[in-house]
């Protein structure tokens, strides 16, 4: 995300406007000598965000992969008290659609916290709120198309976003005046079902996918297989009963508003990592 933001940032803005902030400088050391602003700072370490925040205008705060319970919004929040203590003016956060307090869903928890403890920053704010994405199906349809059989469990349809759209609208955010105290939804075009991704699969790679139905008891169980932590697998299990329950079935134009470029569809995205051309 934070590479595909700068890349828009870069295509909207002088590269003497932009501070990219990272743990690690040294892998953005080609940015550094295009003229961007390189900074160190990391979210586990609040003592240092303060010289990392120091006169930017407009911070947008990505959040962390952490999934333990707890850790993201400690650091989320961390970060929102050292932007406003470094006199930032305005601040954006990349959230989720339908962010809840769930302290047994550290992902929408975790969202959700963020977002209050934006609002009652006292800094200028706004909110981006992504769907789920898209790129978790290239690797999901390469094996559905390789298998003939694509399983999931069936729930209600979602707006799959592809991440490099989300950074879109967020540099748009960034690098255009206004937005001030405005949540955007940053969704694909069209809602989809497990059983049209399916179908989308085929059209993609020109092969046969049948749809299988999946229980939540098998889903669990895969996840399992993977030897993820069990933190981890309940993250992703409330995410995605959430996400069957229709947390995602929300389609805006905020991506081509803010982006200037229109979303990518689900069966576009699957098209084009599959390598054939995408579906009438």
């Known amino acids: 995300m934070g590479a595909a933001l700068l890349r828009y940032a870069l295509g909207r803005t002088a590269a003497s406007n932009v501070t990219a902030i990272t743990r690690n400088p040294a892998k ?26 120091r006169s930017i205008d407009r911070l947008l705060i990505i959040p962390t992969a952490d999934l333990q319970p707890g850790v993201r919004t400690r650091q989320q929040a961390d970060a929102i008290k050292a932007a406003v203590a470094a006199g930032v003016p305005h601040l954006i956060y990349v959230s989720t659609v339908s962010p809840r307090p769930d302290p047994n869903n550290s ?8 977002e209050q403890a934006l609002i009652a920053s006292g800094a200028a ?28 469990v069936p729930g209600a349809p979602a707006a799959y976003v592809v991440r490099d759209d989300v950074a879109a609208a967020a540099a748009g955010i960034l690098c255009t005046p ?59 299990m409330g995410f995605q009963a959430a996400l069957r329950a229709g947390a995602f079935d929300l389609v805006s134009g905020d991506v081509a508003r803010l982006g200037g470029k229109a979303a990518e569809s689900p069966g576009e995205f699957l098209a084009r990592v599959l390598g054939r051309k995408a579906p009438a």
């Open 107 to 114: 992902l929408f928890d975790s969202h959700f916290a963020t």
């Open 28 to 53: 953005l050391e080609a940015l550094s000598q295009q003229g961007v602003e390189v900074r160190a700072g990391d979210f586990n370490q609040p003592a240092g965000l303060g010289a990392a925040f």
């Open 178 to 236: 206004g937005h001030a105290g405005i949540t955007y939804h940053a969704t694909g075009p069209v809602s989809v079902t497990q059983e049209e991704i399916a179908d989308a699969a085929a059209q993609a790679s020109g092969k046969p996918v049948k749809f299988v139905k999946l229980t939540e008891e098998q889903q669990r169980a895969g996840l399992e297989a993977t030897g993820l932590p069990p933190a981890y697998i309940n993250a992703i």
């Open 125 to 152: 704010w706004t909110i981006l709120r992504m769907s789920v994405y898209t790129n978790t199906l290239a690797d999901a349809g390469r094996r559905a198309a390789e298998a003939g059989e694509y399983a999931a």
